[in-house]
């Protein structure tokens, strides 16, 4: 088991590495934070991110901030009779900074708190704190990989005409 939160899927499609990749173009918007776009989109697209020949960085669009939002990063290899896609989710970098300095801390202060202060309980209680916080990520986490999965594999079954 990781540490970090992390996920890892293989989907293989009939459709063409071509047909896969166009489909994440139509529902991925690239990220420009220095646009205003207000209301005045005509598609709603699903992903921020960037889409590249057989690869792609996305996230679900959302309308306000979650630290738990996985990166999707995925590659797509052509076969002879369709393509095979490879899905990793992972934390952003901003979040698992967080995650792991958190952890560092509590883990200090628990070894602060047993070989220093020679105060066992509260070096347990920091422990568990610290065990906690990852428990918590990864939870929360998987409940972020499974709706970013569904909406995924929802716009890879859409129909070619919409």
């Given at each position: 088991?990781?540490y970090?939160p992390?996920y890892?899927e ?10 896969v990749?166009m489909?994440?173009?139509?529902v991925t918007q690239?990220v420009?934070?220095?646009?205003y776009r ?6 709603q697209p ?9 690869s792609?960085?996305?996230?679900l669009?959302?309308?306000?901030a ?7 990063k ?21 979040s698992?900074?967080?995650l ?5 801390v509590?883990l200090?202060m628990?070894?602060f ?7 066992p309980?509260f070096?347990l ?5 610290g ?9 929360h986490f998987?409940?972020k990989v ?8 929802e716009?890879l ?5 919409k």
């Amino acid at each position: 088991m990781h540490y970090l939160p992390r996920y890892s899927e293989v989907l293989v499609s009939s459709m063409s590495l071509e047909e896969v990749i166009m489909r994440l173009k139509s529902v991925t918007q690239k990220v420009d934070y220095l646009t205003y776009r207000g209301e005045q989109a005509v598609h709603q697209p699903l992903f921020n991110g960037r889409v590249e020949k057989d690869s792609f960085r996305l996230s679900l669009l959302i309308n306000k901030a979650d630290s738990f939002l996985p990166l999707i990063k995925g590659k797509v290899e052509s076969t002879p009779s369709g393509c095979i896609i490879f899905l990793d989710f992972t934390l952003f970098s901003g979040s698992i900074f967080f995650l792991i300095f958190w952890s560092v801390v509590t883990l200090a202060m628990g070894i602060f708190f047993f070989f220093a202060a020679s105060e066992p309980w509260f070096a347990l209680i920091t422990i568990t704190v610290g065990v906690g916080n990852i428990i918590f990520a990864w939870i929360h986490f998987k409940r972020k990989v499974k709706q970013s999965q569904e909406i995924f594999h929802e716009m890879l079954s859409l129909q070619k005409n919409k």
